[in-house]
């Protein structure tokens, strides 16, 4: 065992690399972050930029192949998850460290019963008797706000809509208490007034059960309310990790304050055409040598094109990759004080 | 439910309907007549014989003759076996082709099925490119080029096996040579039914929920993986069952595909109509049985 020190999941320098015939994805290349007990943790980023590869890897899913865990360490709970047996793994999954994913359309076996898929959980890893499974599902269903649960459970996912059926995989996850709860982009693929419906049930939940959570989301706007740490990662790497608040208030990376730019704000900019960031996140499996935003970054000096950035750190727990985090903060920290 | 099923075996009537006079009419347009050989009738005979046979009867009377025998399920006797009734001959000639049939799909769904599952599992392996591309050999090759050749190889080389005879050893050949394109067909079917529904998010989510590859194998994939093959098996069982001409030909076999051939060349109007009632009701029954399966196979299904 390792000394955990309050902390559920140290993920260091994890690199996940897929063998394409385009030659090999860095996927994930050399991810590093902690999760305290009872913490939630944002991780943002575009799309392909390594948010669930990652999450992923924590619970050995990469499809391998043409996936492989190649480098670092996953400690979950003192225990190194990249050491276990596959069965090992298993005792993990679904009762340890839970998943929720994007769609939730797609993510429930269209086949089968809500009930069986219930059930099948809490009777592997908590050795419940029918009964008992289906008295917990039952119980779980109304945790999560499903009205007429007793009945209910026996119907399939085509009978519930979208938003229900991301309750159902919320039950799910949480039936057998887990430590850990990643939620893989749990919005997305929901209409807004359900969004926060569900934003809000997963925050209620986790502080009712203390469930540590790992949120991957592209949408600033989900994370702002939910975290107390978030990470930035682009083309595979983090860019910047901080406290949300600092990260919010001062940026230290150039890639966080364009994402952060292309948030719409209604109330100062009524009228002004939205900002984007320029261009297209890279291609990993052919990155330039230099820092991978370079293309797209607005003060991209010859350095960034040919040298590959540092991981700076600003404070105790505010980094960012770049050549010039410290200037970037500086600025961030003068705009902060005209406003 | 039971109302769909009612309306679409009542759609069974009038569909035969056409397919019996689309074949009438096929029959009649065909120059030549039952009678016609090489040496032309004298008048009078021709003449005697077609009063027999109601030929001298104008061509819409003749036609609906033959749709009230039809719909009473009573063809009459074949032109070419006097003694016997078309009903007769069906069915003395059907066990034989129902027997070859069902035991060609029995093997060809274990031999699919299994290939198809393992080859989706093992993807890229040496297994799945060795069964594909036997499967794709199998679906190249035609019956009467493979029924000879396992006759050549197994009887008169090896003489393991009789060439042809109604026997428990005997039956072992037709019933290769006959499933080995649909155990090709359902092999890759399966393979690619399964490939889908391996790469699909619920299975990702059973996958994250700590089951063990078995479970997640036969209690979340399966169901999906095999529609594909589900759609393709019932019209196959239905095929399979009339007979085929060739796989009957070649070994000899008295089924409903060899006296279907024979109705064909002697022009045995009743017994050709009578056997292609008797398959076109066959083929449709089974492909209401496939559909009412879908309605248990997967619950977004639903009749009204």
Same mark, same amino acid.
């Given at each position: 065992?390792?000394?955990?020190?309050?902390?559920?999941? @140290?993920?260091?320098?994890?690199?996940?690399?897929?063998?394409?015939?385009?030659?090999?994805?860095?996927?994930?290349?050399?991810?590093?972050? /902690?999760?305290?007990?009872? /913490?939630?943790?944002?991780?943002?980023?575009?799309?392909?930029?390594?948010?669930?590869?990652?999450?992923?890897?924590?619970?050995?899913?990469?499809?391998?192949?043409?996936?492989?865990?190649?480098?670092?360490?996953?400690?979950?709970?003192?225990?190194?998850?990249?050491?276990?047996?596959?069965?090992?793994?298993?005792? $993990?999954?679904?009762?340890?460290?839970?998943?929720?994913? !994007?769609?939730?359309?797609?993510?429930?076996?269209?086949?089968?019963?809500?009930?069986? !898929?219930?059930?099948?959980?809490?009777?592997?890893?908590?050795?419940?008797?029918?009964?008992?499974?289906?008295?917990?599902? $039952?119980?779980?269903?109304?945790?999560?706000?499903?009205?007429?649960?007793?009945?209910? $459970?026996?119907?399939?996912?085509? *009978?519930?809509?979208?938003?229900?059926?991301?309750?159902?995989?919320?039950?799910?996850?949480?039936?057998?208490?887990?430590?850990?709860?990643?939620?893989?982009?749990?919005?997305?693929?929901?209409?807004?007034?359900? !969004?926060?419906?569900?934003?809000?049930?997963?925050?209620?939940?986790?502080?009712?059960?203390?469930?540590?959570?790992?949120?991957?989301?592209?949408?600033?706007?989900?994370?702002?309310?939910?975290?107390?740490?978030?990470?930035?990662?682009?083309?595979?790497?983090?860019?910047?990790?901080?406290?949300?608040?600092?990260?919010?208030?001062?940026?230290?990376?150039?890639?966080?304050?364009?994402?952060?730019? @292309?948030?719409?704000?209604?109330?100062?900019?009524?009228?002004?055409?939205?900002?984007? $960031?320029?261009?297209?996140?890279?291609?990993?499996?052919?990155?330039?040598?230099?820092?991978?935003?370079?293309?797209?970054?607005?003060?991209?000096?010859?350095?960034?094109?040919?040298?590959?950035?540092?991981?700076?750190?600003?404070?105790?727990?505010?980094? @960012?990759?770049?050549?010039?985090?410290?200037?970037?903060?500086?600025?961030?920290?003068?705009?902060? *004080?005209?406003? | 439910?039971? =109302?769909?099923?009612?309306?679409?075996?009542?759609?069974?009537?009038?569909?035969? +309907?056409?397919?019996?006079?689309?074949?009438?009419?096929?029959?009649?347009?065909?120059?030549?007549?039952?009678?016609?050989?090489?040496?032309?009738?004298?008048?009078?005979?021709?003449?005697?014989?077609?009063?027999?046979?109601?030929?001298?009867?104008?061509?819409?009377?003749?036609?609906?003759?033959?749709?009230?025998?039809?719909?009473?399920?009573?063809?009459?006797?074949?032109?070419?076996?006097?003694?016997?009734?078309?009903?007769?001959?069906?069915?003395?000639?059907?066990?034989? =082709?129902?027997?070859?049939?069902?035991?060609?799909?029995?093997?060809?769904?274990?031999?699919?099925?299994?290939?198809?599952?393992?080859?989706?599992?093992?993807?890229?392996?040496?297994?799945?490119?060795?069964?594909?591309?036997?499967?794709?050999?199998? +679906?190249?090759?035609?019956?009467?080029?493979?029924?000879?050749?396992?006759?050549?190889?197994?009887?008169?080389?090896?003489?393991?096996?009789?060439?042809?005879?109604?026997?428990?050893?005997?039956?072992?050949?037709?019933?290769?040579?006959?499933?080995?394109?649909?155990?090709?067909?359902?092999?890759?079917?399966?393979?690619?039914?399964?490939?889908?529904?391996?790469?699909?998010?619920?299975?990702?989510?059973?996958?994250?929920?700590?089951?063990?590859?078995?479970?997640?194998?036969?209690?979340?994939?399966?169901?999906?993986?095999?529609?594909?093959?589900?759609?393709?098996?019932?019209?196959? +069982?239905?095929?399979?069952?009339?007979?085929?001409?060739?796989?009957?030909?070649?070994?000899?076999?008295?089924?409903?595909?060899?006296?279907?051939?024979?109705?064909?060349?002697?022009?045995?109007?009743?017994?050709?109509?009578?056997?292609?009632?008797?398959? =076109?009701?066959?083929?449709?029954?089974?492909?209401?049985?496939?559909?009412?399966?879908?309605?248990?196979?997967?619950?977004?299904?639903?009749?009204?």
């Amino acid at each position: 065992m390792i000394e955990t020190n309050g902390t559920i999941l @140290s993920v260091n320098d994890l690199k996940t690399y897929f063998q394409t015939e385009d030659g090999v994805v860095k996927a994930v290349d050399g991810i590093t972050f /902690e999760l305290k007990k009872g /913490e939630t943790l944002g991780i943002v980023g575009e799309s392909g930029s390594g948010k669930s590869v990652t999450n992923l890897s924590v619970m050995r899913l990469i499809p391998e192949p043409p996936g492989k865990i190649v480098g670092g360490d996953i400690i979950f709970n003192g225990i190194d998850v990249r050491k276990l047996s596959i069965d090992d793994v298993r005792k $993990i999954r679904g009762k340890r460290i839970a998943m929720i994913f !994007q769609d939730p359309m797609t993510s429930l076996n269209p086949f089968l019963k809500i009930s069986t !898929q219930l059930m099948e959980v809490t009777r592997l890893h908590l050795g419940h008797t029918k009964e008992q499974a289906r008295e917990h599902a $039952i119980k779980m269903l109304k945790t999560v706000g499903i009205p007429d649960a007793e009945n209910r $459970i026996d119907n399939y996912p085509h *009978e519930f809509s979208g938003g229900m059926r991301q309750r159902v995989m919320i039950a799910m996850a949480l039936s057998c208490d887990p430590e850990l709860l990643i939620a893989d982009e749990p919005t997305t693929a929901l209409d807004v007034t359900i !969004q926060a419906q569900i934003l809000e049930l997963i925050k209620d939940l986790k502080e009712r059960m203390g469930t540590s959570v790992i949120l991957i989301t592209h949408d600033l706007g989900v994370v702002a309310g939910m975290t107390e740490k978030i990470i930035v990662m682009y083309a595979g790497k983090v860019f910047e990790q901080a406290p949300t608040k600092e990260l919010f208030a001062t940026p230290a990376n150039p890639y966080t304050k364009g994402l952060l730019k @292309s948030v719409p704000d209604p109330a100062h900019e009524q009228g002004k055409e939205l900002y984007q $960031i320029p261009g297209l996140p890279p291609d990993v499996a052919h990155l330039p040598p230099g820092c991978p935003f370079a293309e797209r970054c607005e003060r991209a000096e010859a350095i960034c094109r040919s040298q590959y950035p540092p991981f700076v750190q600003i404070n105790e727990n505010h980094s @960012s990759l770049c050549h010039f985090a410290k200037e970037v903060y500086a600025e961030s920290v003068a705009e902060r *004080e005209k406003l | 439910m039971l =109302s769909f099923i009612i309306r679409r075996l009542l759609l069974i009537i009038p569909m035969a +309907l056409l397919v019996i006079t689309l074949t009438w009419v096929l029959v009649r347009i065909a120059p030549g007549n039952f009678y016609t050989g090489e040496k032309k009738l004298p008048a009078a005979i021709e003449e005697n014989i077609k009063k027999k046979y109601g030929l001298d009867k104008p061509w819409y009377q003749q036609y609906g003759i033959m749709l009230w025998n039809t719909v009473r399920g009573d063809f009459g006797n074949s032109l070419k076996y006097e003694r016997e009734t078309v009903n007769e001959l069906i069915w003395r000639s059907f066990p034989y =082709s129902a027997i070859i049939g069902l035991l060609a799909y029995i093997l060809a769904l274990a031999i699919g099925l299994t290939a198809g599952i393992i080859a989706s599992l093992k993807q890229n392996s040496g297994f799945d490119y060795g069964s594909m591309s036997l499967a794709m050999l199998g +679906l190249s090759v035609p019956n009467f080029v493979l029924g000879p050749i396992l006759v050549l190889i197994f009887s008169l080389w090896l003489y393991w096996l009789p060439p042809a005879r109604w026997s428990l050893s005997g039956i072992i050949l037709p019933v290769i040579t006959l499933s080995a394109i649909y155990a090709a067909y359902i092999a890759r079917l399966t393979r690619a039914g399964m490939l889908e529904v391996l790469r699909s998010d619920y299975i990702r989510t059973a996958r994250a929920k700590g089951l063990d590859e078995k479970t997640v194998l036969l209690r979340h994939a399966v169901r999906g993986g095999l529609i594909p093959v589900v759609s393709f098996t019932g019209p196959a +069982l239905a095929g399979l069952l009339a007979g085929t001409v060739v796989v009957e030909k070649v070994f000899a076999i008295p089924g409903l595909g060899n006296i279907f051939i024979q109705a064909v060349l002697n022009r045995d109007e009743p017994l050709i109509l009578g056997i292609v009632a008797f398959l =076109s009701i066959l083929i449709m029954v089974f492909n209401l049985l496939v559909d009412i399966s879908y309605g248990f196979l997967d619950p977004r299904i639903r009749y009204e």
